[in-house]
C-alpha cells in the first residue's frame, strides 16, 4: 500500500534520485532545475511512498485554491518507477485527490508527460485522471523528429545548408549565453513577447547542468549568426530555444547549425523536439513556425493538459 506525503527540501535528493531512476522523469523534474524560480510559485509537490521507499513524486504547486503540475514546467504530471503499475496508480491518485481536498484543493490541471519524453511506457496517470473524470482542457502541438527512423530535410534545407557552408560559417558550443540571450530578446521583442529565462537564470541552470544545458552557436568571423539552447535528456534533444539574426536568416545560419545538430552530434538519440508551435492555450497555430520545423522532418507530437475536478 502507497502512501502520499508533502515534499520538503530536505527530501531533495530522495527526489532527485527518484527522477533518475524514473520511467518519465528528466532535467526538467530535478529540484535543481524546478527550484531556481521558487520564489514565483508556492509549492505543494508530493512523494509517493511504499514501505518508506520513494516510488513516485508529483511536481506541483497551487495557487487560488488549484494545483498545477507544476506551473513553471513545460509537464510534469505523475514522475514515477516501475514500482507502480496500473492498480497501485489509480490508488495513489485517490490517495492525492484526498490529500489535496483537506488542503481546500477544488481542482488539479495535470500536464501530462508526453510519451517521447518517456523512458519505458508511463500511461498509467491518464487512465487513472480517465476514470476520475478529468477533461482535456488543452493541448499544443510540438515537432518531434524520430531520428532512427527514415526521415527527410526538403529540398530547401539542403540548399540552405550548402549556402551556409560556402559562406564561412562555423559551429561551436557557445561558452556563455549572453550574446544569445540578447539576440533571442530582439528576435522575440518583435513579437511581443520575451524569453521565459532572464540571462542570469540561463548561467545559472547552465552552471547546475552544465552537460546537460548547451548552447550552440553558428558564428561568422566572430559574430553571432545563430544559436540554439538544447537541454539534452538522454533519449531525447530538446530545442529549449533558437535565434537567428537577419544576415543569418539570409545565409541560413540556423539551418547549418540545425543540421548539425539533427545529423551529427545528437544523430543517436531517439528524438530531436523543436517545442510547441501553438499559442493562447492550443487554439491558434503558428503556422510559418510549425512549417519551418516540418522542413527538417519533424512531425506532430501533443502535449496535453487535463483539468481534474476534485
Request: glycine content about 8%.
Amino acid at each position: 500500500m502507497c502512501s502520499v506525503r508533502p515534499y520538503t527540501p530536505a527530501d531533495v535528493n530522495t527526489w532527485d534520485a527518484l527522477v533518475g531512476r524514473s520511467r518519465n522523469g528528466n532535467l526538467l523534474h530535478r529540484r535543481g532545475y524546478m527550484d531556481y524560480h521558487a520564489d514565483r510559485f508556492v509549492d505543494q509537490s508530493l512523494i509517493v511512498e511504499r514501505h518508506g521507499e520513494a516510488v513516485a513524486v508529483f511536481p506541483a504547486n497551487i495557487r487560488d485554491n488549484v494545483v498545477t503540475s507544476h506551473g513553471g514546467l513545460s509537464y510534469a504530471g505523475l514522475v514515477t518507477t516501475h514500482a507502480l503499475r496500473a492498480e497501485s496508480t489509480l490508488a495513489v491518485f485517490g490517495q492525492i485527490a484526498s490529500h489535496y481536498r483537506a488542503l481546500g484543493v477544488e481542482r488539479v490541471i495535470y500536464k501530462a508527460v508526453p510519451h517521447v519524453f518517456h523512458a519505458y511506457p508511463a500511461e498509467e496517470d491518464l487512465y487513472a485522471l480517465h476514470r476520475l473524470g478529468a477533461q482535456l482542457k488543452r493541448r499544443d502541438v510540438s515537432s518531434v523528429i524520430a531520428l532512427q527512423e527514415a526521415f527527410h530535410f526538403t529540398p530547401g534545407r539542403r540548399r540552405a545548408v550548402n549556402k551556409a557552408g560556402k559562406a564561412g560559417i562555423r559551429v561551436q558550443v557557445g561558452t556563455d549565453p549572453a550574446d544569445f540571450h540578447a539576440l533571442l530578446t530582439e528576435v522575440l521583442h518583435k513579437h511581443d513577447t520575451r524569453p521565459t529565462h532572464s540571462l542570469a537564470e540561463l548561467r545559472l541552470l547552465q552552471a547546475r547542468f552544465p552537460q546537460q544545458i548547451v548552447l550552440h552557436e553558428a558564428r561568422r568571423e566572430g559574430t553571432l549568426l545563430a544559436g540554439v539552447l538544447v537541454y539534452d535528456l538522454g533519449q531525447v534533444a530538446h530545442t529549449q530555444y533558437m535565434a537567428v539574426s537577419e544576415e543569418g536568416r539570409h545565409l541560413g545560419a540556423l539551418t547549418l547549425l540545425l543540421a548539425e545538430l539533427i545529423g551529427g552530434l545528437y544523430a543517436g538519440r531517439t528524438y530531436f523536439s523543436f517545442g510547441i508551435s501553438t499559442e493562447k492555450e492550443g487554439q491558434v497555430l503558428n503556422g510559418g513556425l510549425v512549417t519551418q520545423k516540418e522542413y527538417f522532418g519533424a512531425r506532430a507530437v501533443v502535449h496535453d493538459f487535463y483539468e481534474w475536478p476534485l
